[in-house]
């Protein structure tokens, strides 16, 4: 069975850091894109990073230069690194990655960023 499972939210000042982990299991994980997501009341759902088994990066024009995806197989876990956070960044963020037409999301969580 495939799961996937965020941590690292919470509660930041603006100007703060946090570090997102995604672990995946029941996967080949080394194989797949994984991706970030995210997702604040009464907005669509964000693609805010992307990450290629071969290590290539996306980022959404508005977290580039302050958010950083990475991951390491061994341990079949994604990251996201968020720094210089905005309170726009606040939202559940969603790990990801898609198989054929099928896509596959943790349970979010939550960052907020306020004063």
């Known amino acids: 069975q495939v799961q996937l499972v965020e941590s690292g939210g919470g509660l930041v000042q603006p100007g703060g850091s946090l570090r997102l982990s995604c672990a995946a299991s029941g996967i080949s994980f080394s194989i797949y894109v994984m991706n970030w997501y995210r997702q604040a009341p009464g907005k669509q759902r964000e693609l805010v990073a992307t990450?290629?088994?071969?290590?290539?990066?996306i980022y959404a024009d508005s977290v580039k230069g302050r958010f950083t995806i990475s991951r390491d197989n061994a341990k079949n876990t994604a990251y996201l690194q968020m720094n210089n956070l905005k309170p726009d960044d606040t939202a559940i963020y969603y790990c990801?990655?898609?198989?054929?037409?099928?896509?596959?999301w943790g349970q979010g969580t939550q960052v907020t960023v306020s004063s």
């Open positions: 990450i290629r088994s071969g290590r290539t990066t």
């Open positions: 990801n990655f898609n198989s054929g037409a099928k896509s596959y």
